[in-house]
């Protein structure tokens, strides 16, 4: 390649005195006479109408000299030709011999002096008088009389010349000769408009040939300022929008080029010269030219045209360096096409970018990314990141070893569901309540297979993406267990000594908070239903005033606080009389509740809750009672359920109803607790494996007052309200509750509640609240 070499060192050479601005092609001579050309263009412009109108003006002057000199010929011509046919014809008549020959001699002098009919001779004796005459009229009339204005020559004859006359009121040319003795004169006379009717149809054409020329040249003097005008819009919006694209070029650090393949010559648009800080030149360039300038580890130009001109690429896309005027080196991308895939020409036009600062870019972000990873890595905890979509963007080791995953599983852009399909399965896992609300992500503590806890933070990006932190909290968890442990030993020591009166203490809570609500809802109550207000008043006062004494009193006596009561059956009769009165107080709160239901005034505030840590709520108030029995209660809660509903409502349908449930199952009988979305409503569903409910007894369930005797229920007591209130407060919600049941095999009640959405405004209050 020692000629390819050489090629390159001459075409640098030759770049290198383009940068200086010196053209490597044309003559020295033809760029400054074209300045002048173009300089003088203007001027040229202006000067042709100039041009024009001297044209015309010098036509007119010219022809206007010819025709007056060939009006003064045709007067001379006219003037001579009278004087001798005057002459000639007063020769031929003397002397006179009569009339008759004087007319003859007037036809033959006509005929010699070639007159025309125009031409008038006559012959007058001594007097004037008009012997013989061409014009037959002026027989026997005196000429002086005929003609006007001719007396010099009545005078002098010859020597008056050929005057002008007037007969009849037009002009005549006149000439007269006397004999010697004065006794006869012959007389020529023409019309001047005679004599001037050929030189006048010569001036009129003369003047419509003017006209008409004059007029073609200013209609081609028209047409070429309106081509003049036209050539001047199109050359300005051409160098506006050639100014444009070249702004728009230079502003976007790129450049056209058109390459020859043929002729093996490059033309650079001005932006690509200034984007490698070259001097702009007009001259094509060169192949040696060009690659002079590519750094020689990322490509070879002479290859590339060889690989084109054997037609195997039509098009090319690559990314190398070039040299800048300063000495640094440019990354370029250059994108060409051929024009014509089939010309025999072959000709390649593209652009060429300069992408410096996106190489250093993410030659840095690289840099950054990498740093971050090192980071990831030395970091305790296990680090996930997720896109929008689900699909995985990064992880570190520790992620991989807590989830049993190779880095063969963990390639960038997986889907999530598929990489937890081949994680190790947890031992455990159980959603915490997360404070900031579903948007704000959701925690979780997942106990591994191989013993170990972790607690799995998730939180959302900006961009929508998911981060999950899992810290190993197992030394935590031991120590939570231990506690648990010792609470355990400590409540169950306690538990046969505080049970009566913790429960007894909650009841009079519930007493007290339902005692305010009764009031809240009786005074709302008032207004809509007076009849079962006022009953409602006297209920309030008249039972549940004295059953709180009753329960207070039974509870003193029950405790022995003033000493022992003197007889076990005392014992006996005071725990009866304070269970009846809290089942009587059950009974009436019920009533209450239903009463405020069906008058519509049952207050309802929406929120958006999260069902989880509601139901194991729920369930660990019942876990008492069922743990009496025995009764196992299970949870199946789908992770991040919300609703959009009352809480105290949703919590009080879950109590009811899992309270009924633990009722009727017997010992070491087994409880089922369902929610999950379908459809988008929220299915609750409470299955037991009780004592069920005969068929011809599903009808009537659920209405208030309305219970099921049987031999298993006949040893509980209760309102037969549960269920109604349970029914109205799911059907407020706009939902439903339904019951299926078989007698000796159990009971499922499911309740559907819409999920519905939380309204934009108290949300937002909710937002700012938080």
Known sequence: MAWTDAWSAAGGTVFARKRSGRSSGGSVFAEPT??????AEPLLKRSIPLLIVLFLILIAGVRTLALLAQHDEIDRNARTILALAAAQLLSDVTPMQGAEEAQAAIT???QRALLGSHHVLAVTDDRFGVVASSAS???ASRLDTIVSGGQPLFMFGSRAGVMEVTIDGEPWYASVELASDRSIASAALVPVESVFADWIKAVSLNIIVFALTGSVLLLVLFAYFRQTGRAHTADRIYRDAHQRIDLALIRGRCGLWDWDMVRGKMYWSRSMYEMLGYQPCEAMLSFGEVSSIIHRDDGDLFKLAEQIVAREIDNIDLVFRMRHADGHWVWVRARAQVVDPDAADIQLIGIAVDITEQRHLAARSEAADLRLRTAIESVNESFVLWDAAGRLVMCNTKYLQDNGLSERDTVPGIQREDLEERMTAFASERRLANPNGPRGGATYERQLADGRWLQVNELKTRDGGTVSIGTDITLIKQHQDKLMEGERRLMANLHDLSQARRNEEERTRELVDLNRKYIREKERAEAANRAKSEFLANMSHELRTPLNAIIGFSELMGSKLFGPLGSPRYE??????????KHLLGVINDILDMSKIEAGQFSMEREEIDLNPLVSETVRVISLQAAQKSITVETRIAEAMTL?????????????????????????????????KVAGTMMLTIKDNGCGIPTEALKKLGRPFEQVQNQFSKNHTGSGLGLAISRSLAELHGGALKIRSREGVGTIVCVRIPSGKLPAAVRMMQEAAE
């Open 34 to 39: 074209y300045r002048r050309l173009l300089s």
């Open 108 to 110: 033959q002098t006509a």
């Open 137 to 139: 009229p002026w027989l």
């Open 572 to 581: 006996e009769y005071a725990n009866d009389i304070h269970s009846s009165g």
């Open 644 to 676: 959009i509903a009352d809480r105290r409502a949703i919590k009080q349908i879950v109590i009811n109803l899992l309270s009924n449930a633990v009722k009727f199952t017997g010992q070491r009988g087994r409880i089922l607790v369902r929610v999950r």
